[in-house]
T-cell receptor, first 114, second 113 residues
């Protein structure tokens, strides 16, 4: 089944403890992206990647890192999480040819930073 | 901000009624898309309308686009309880960096049986 898989689904952590949220897609998509969703603010883009080893900042990149060593994986790294990073996170992917026409989303990761 | 703005923020209707949601945006666009999100889950692409199109249909969905007013509407006809979800518009802005989509804050639709 074609899908974008995020793990974990729920994560509770403490301030300053490094964490990684994984994202993997099995559709051979070039484009992958991370969004965060907060009540009243909608979805905001954190980072995106057009292909392996190519990443760019979105609207809210501060406090996050990403890497794209393989085409299928695009992990989101929080080196020193803070409470204001408590949010619902989504990974999305798309073929590069239709990147601005249709995104495929993962099921989300609900992160709580205490 | 380049985000779209959906209106209303929340909409509550009975099954069988039509639901209309609006989206306004600020810049020139290449296309506008609508997505659906069931509670806390990932977004699912519903329909895309290009800047040179005025209306598009897909099943019970009808989307209109008025580029002169920088607005779009999503109509769901004969709504069902299963349509209960949040609906987001997203724009691909003309001249924007490839890969950037701007999402609105969403309309929460509740359809009562």
């Amino acid at each position: 089944e074609a899908q974008v898989t995020q793990n974990p689904r729920y994560l509770i952590t403490v301030t300053g403890k490094k964490l990684t949220v994984t994202c993997s897609q099995n559709m051979n998509h070039e484009y992958m992206s991370w969004y965060r969703q907060d009540p009243g603010l909608g979805l905001r883009q954190i980072y995106y990647s057009m292909n392996v080893e190519v990443t760019d900042k979105g609207d809210v990149p501060e406090g996050y890192k990403v890497s794209r060593k393989e085409k299928r994986n695009f992990p989101l790294i929080l080196e020193s999480p803070s409470p204001n990073q408590t949010s619902l996170y989504f990974c999305a992917s798309s073929p590069l040819s239709t990147v601005t026409e249709k995104l495929f989303f993962g099921s989300g990761t609900q992160l709580s930073v205490l | 901000s380049q985000q779209g703005e959906e209106d209303p923020q929340a909409l509550s209707i009975q099954e069988g009624e039509n639901a209309t949601m609006n989206c306004s945006y600020k810049t020139s666009i290449n296309n506008l898309q609508w997505y659906r999100q069931n509670s806390g889950r990932g977004l699912v692409h519903l329909i895309l309308i290009r800047s040179n199109e005025r209306e598009k249909h897909s099943g019970r969905l009808r989307v209109t686009l008025d580029t002169s007013k920088k607005s779009s509407s999503l109509l769901i006809t004969a709504s069902r309880a299963a349509d209960t979800a949040s609906y987001f518009c997203a724009t691909a802005d003309r001249g924007s960096t490839l890969g950037r989509l701007y999402f609105g804050r969403g309309t929460q639709l509740t359809v009562w049986p």
